[in-house]
């Protein structure tokens, strides 16, 4: 269970990277009497990222999400039972540009229930030499010196930015895969701009759908199973327009690179994924009446400061390279069929 979070965590943060700007294709006017619009502004800043070789970031990570359920027993008296997660994680990372190279320390304080444990993170990103792959290799929280070496093909990721390689990503300026819906204001400072906007996950179905449908599809045919799309479509339809994620960039007034961002996923709406998660504990006969769920996404927020040529080399140590190769995509699939033997 821990190296599989710890994989999808680091996957997660190589995509907080500044260097990959957008532009929306369609923006709203400057506000408060700002002199330019959000996609001069983003324009400039993915110009700014092609000038530079490395950059750093100071990373806040803060997770506190709760699902509760309670059931009425014969007597009409309530049982209330259920799970909380907390994650709060201080990172630091340095990434070298073209070929991207990423180091990454710091801890996460993880609380599941009363559990408490605390995992430090020593992790390298190196992308492969045709771009399309991702090695990452992490120091073994629990044994100094034991290393764990994943590799996952990113081709269904970089799809999605039109690129081919994990390269390119710093030179992508279009936001059009969140669709024309994303109005960003804009203010100035004496030294900064800054720009704000709310991103809905519902927009990018036309986008996610047809990669999470070839993604499931190699999934199942390692395992001889078969899915039934029709039926999927419209429930990952439904959990996307859940998701809205608020951004907000403080740029430098002269370069137009990112001094900071915040992101946090804190107006999703998750009543549809609450009445998806009833509907099928009701229809396994795990609920009753007087039964409920509640899910509460208390906090989802990142924070990250950046600065810029700071970083001169990122080497990989020697253990990590020697480390035994795990195949990401594989270890996915293993997941899906894990998951699939649970329902059943």
């Known amino acids: 269970m821990k190296r599989k979070f710890l994989a999808a965590a680091l996957a997660f943060t190589m995509c907080l990277t500044p260097c990959t700007s957008f532009a929306a294709e369609e923006t709203t006017e400057a506000a408060d009497g700002a002199s330019v619009t959000a996609e001069e502004l983003f324009k400039k800043q993915a110009e700014y990222s092609q000038s530079v070789n490395s950059m750093s970031a100071d990373m806040d990570i ?4 709760s ?14 039972y259920g799970t909380g997660i907390k994650m709060i994680g201080d990172l630091k990372v340095d990434a070298m540009l073209n070929p991207m190279k990423m180091a990454m320390t710091g801890t996460m304080d993880m609380e599941i229930d009363t559990q408490k444990e605390s995992i430090d993170f020593n992790t390298y990103m190196v992308a492969s030499e045709d771009g399309t792959k991702l090695d990452v290799y992490t120091e073994n929280p629990e044994a ?5 070496h994943t590799v996952t093909d990113m081709t269904e990721t970089l799809k999605m930015f039109n690129v081919s390689s994990i390269d390119e990503l710093q030179t992508v300026n279009d936001m059009s895969m969140f669709g024309d819906d994303v109005d960003w204001a804009v203010t100035e400072t004496d030294s900064t701009y800054d720009i704000s906007g709310q991103i809905k996950f519902g927009s990018m179905s036309d986008l996610v759908l047809p990669i999470v449908e070839e993604s499931m599809q190699s999934s199942m045919a390692a395992s001889g199973q078969e899915i039934d799309m029709a039926t999927i479509e419209p429930i990952i339809t439904m959990i996307l327009d859940c998701f809205v994620v608020n951004v907000s960039y403080t740029m430098d007034k002269e370069t137009c690179a990112a001094q900071t961002i915040h992101m946090d996923f804190n107006d999703s709406d998750l009543s549809v994924i609450t009445g998806l998660i009833k509907s099928s504990l009701a229809a396994a006969g795990m609920s009753g009446d007087g039964f409920d769920v509640s899910m509460n996404l208390n906090d989802f927020s990142i924070d990250a400061t950046y600065s810029y040529d700071t970083v001169s080399e990122i080497t990989v140590p020697e253990e990590a390279l020697n480390a035994e190769t795990i195949d990401m995509n594989e270890l996915m ?12």
């Open 62 to 65: 803060n997770f506190d999400f």
């Open 333 to 344: 699939s293993e997941s899906v069929d894990e998951a699939a033997e649970v329902v059943e």
């Open 67 to 80: 699902l509760l359920m309670s059931q009425a027993d014969e007597a009409g008296e309530t049982q209330d």
């Open 144 to 148: 100094q010196g034991e290393w764990l």
